[in-house]
């Protein structure tokens, strides 16, 4: 099983550009979500999907769009990047949506906005 | 709303020493609490979870966590820390409401070990 993956590792955008960060699981998780990680506040909460077509608004949403048209992928699509978007962006999955089973994380995507 | 908050940002310690790292939430529903564990340049693994039941959980490389609902407390512990320990480590909750379950960490503890 490959879990979670995410691509690219590593991304370098200038102001204004668009892109997307992908995020696929194999393991027919229902529950989705996309973590921001930056120094001294930990992970916080960007979107996240309950299933394929259900996607919502988490603590940062502002600056990002997903869609969830398949059970096994959910992209992170950045629309106008600016530099307070340098971080690392970790893609998540868990079979409840309560995460009680415990949630999968991908190797995430250093991604830097100049 | 709720909430989680881990009391200490660094936690210096020397090897086979034991340590404590404090994590306090706040909620008005019922949770889920767990610890994460991220080594440098790695995604976040699962260490421990409490559900119900017991509220002393064991995990994963001799970590254990006790659940205290009277002081809203999951401290995560270790008789015995190795250097390969050193990682940062995230306390969070996951409930339930409506039909959605969502999953908030606190700010992250960085142990470091030492020889």
Known sequence: ?114 | AQSVTQLDSQVPVFEEAPVELRCNYSSSVSVYLFWYVQYPNQGLQLLLKYLSGSTLVKGINGFEAEFNKSQTSFHLRKPSVHISDTAEYFCAVSWFSGNTGKLIFGQGTTLQVKP
């Open chain 1, 1 to 114: 099983n490959a879990g979670v993956t995410q691509t690219p590792k590593f991304q370098v955008l200038k102001t204004g550009q668009s892109m997307t960060l992908q995020c696929a699981q194999d393991m027919n998780h229902e529950y989705m979500s996309w973590y921001r990680q930056d120094p001294g506040m930990g992970l916080r909460l960007i979107h996240y999907s309950v299933g394929a077509g259900i996607t919502d608004q988490g603590e940062v949403p502002n600056g990002y769009n997903v869609s969830r048209s398949t059970t096994e992928d959910f992209p992170l699509r950045l629309l106008s990047a600016a530099p307070s978007q340098t971080s690392v962006y970790f893609c998540a999955s868990s079979y409840k949506r309560t995460g009680n089973y415990g949630y999968t994380f991908g190797s995430g995507t250093r991604l830097t906005v100049v």
